[in-house]
């Protein structure tokens, strides 16, 4: 199946949004009139504060080798007050990037953020950021990281602000995050999804943001919140262009929403 699904995670300002920005670009995903400047920080709050608050997915098409991928992507918060926000992403992917800012080398939250992943047994892709500044310690956090287990061939030097190394880091994400596996064949379930986060809108109600497992999901399907004990007809189904973006149907391996009409989050 040619669909990749990850996360970006790090320590707090390492640069998870801005190198989420150079994705969005390299991929056409948004227009370069509409781009600005960590464009998935969707909250007043996370505008104001330069920070990522709440998990945001994105699906970005992209032709690798003359093939087409879709590449989902869910950037994560750093701060480790968020922590759960990354625990809930990584649980809906396979594979990860662990983001180091060369002028800081492998933080607290770093560290938390790869056990989590490694416990989950994704495959993780290390990077080192921000080479381009004249206090980059490259060298020095390259170690760093080698000491979790990385062989030196396995790091990605890159600039997430000026473009540097990007391209190559994108291009290696189809050929080294394995394809997502069949839930449905492993534990004899017809259709299934991962609840990994929720949304509330006043006419389509809880927006739930799942990742098929088995199955496929279409509108007007009756489903069943299997921890709510609670029934309810999909309404809407899309996925994320990074807005919500209607779609036929969520077939596995995909990630996206489902609106449910429910109107209590609890």
Do not use: C
């Amino acid at each position: 199946m040619n669909i990749r699904n990850f996360s970006i995670i790090a320590h707090i300002d390492h640069g998870k949004s801005t190198l989420a920005d150079r994705f969005l670009e390299l991929t056409g995903t948004v227009e370069k009139r509409r781009m600005k400047n960590q464009f998935l920080d969707q909250m007043e709050l996370e505008k104001e504060k330069g920070i990522t608050i709440k998990l945001q997915p994105v699906r970005m098409n992209y032709s690798y080798r003359g093939a087409p991928y879709v590449l989902n992507m869910i950037d994560t918060p750093g701060h480790i007050d968020f922590n759960y926000e990354v625990s809930r992403s990584l649980a809906a992917v396979e594979g990860v990037i662990l983001l180091v800012d060369a002028t800081q080398g492998v933080q607290a939250q770093t560290l938390a953020n790869f056990e989590i992943a490694s416990s989950l047994q994704l495959k993780v892709i290390p990077v080192i950021n921000k080479i381009d500044l004249p206090t980059s310690r490259i060298e020095e956090t390259e170690k760093e990281i080698l000491a979790l287990g990385f062989e030196k061939e396995d790091v990605f030097l890159i600039s997430a602000k000026n473009g540097d190394g990007v391209k190559e880091l994108l291009e290696a994400l189809p050929a080294k995050i394995p394809p997502p596996e069949d839930a449905g064949i492993r534990q004899g379930a017809g259709t299934k999804a991962l609840v990994f986060d929720l949304d509330y809108d006043s006419h389509k109600g809880i927006l739930v943001y799942v990742r098929v497992m088995a199955g496929r999901f279409r509108q007007g399907d009756k489903l069943w919140l299997v921890a709510a004990q609670k029934s309810f007809s999909a309404g809407e189904v899309g996925v994320f262009k990074p807005e919500l973006n209607p779609a036929s149907g969520l077939w596995l391996g995909e990630i996206g929403y489902i609106a449910t009409g429910i109107k209590e989050t609890g």
